[in-house]
Structure formats: C-alpha cells, structure tokens
C-alpha cells in the first residue's frame, strides 16, 4: 500500500466519521410507517435502520436521483 492508498483510505474513514456524526447531531423523530409520497408501508427494518424515515426505498431512490 503506497501514500495515495494511505490517503485514500484515511479520507474514507474520515467521511464515514463525519456521517456518523451529523446523524447523531439529528434529533430523531419518529419513523413513518407510511411513506409519505406513495402511502406504501414502509418495512420495519427500514424504520429501524433510518431513524425519522419518511420514504419508502423506491420513493427515496427517485428522490435522490433528482
């Protein structure tokens, strides 16, 4: 592993560090269980891994895509 990896590397690790962070400065309200554009159930496991969820997955892969 040459510099540049090291750098790489260590720039990756910082950005995981600074996502964590702004995602525990988030007041976390509640999840939805309905998404709100599509009024789909959006899963339990969603709910849990993406604290104030709002989205479901397709609904949240459109809003990112725009």
């Known amino acids: 592993m040459d510099d540049a990896d090291l750098a790489v590397k260590h720039e990756q690790r910082a950005e995981e560090r600074d ?21 789909e159930a959006i899963s339990q496991a969603r709910q849990q891994a993406v604290p104030g969820v709002e989205l479901c997955i397709a609904c949240q892969t459109i809003s990112e895509r725009k």
């Open 19 to 39: 996502r964590a962070r702004r995602m525990l400065a988030k007041p976390a309200k509640p999840s939805a269980s309905l998404c709100i554009e599509c009024d």
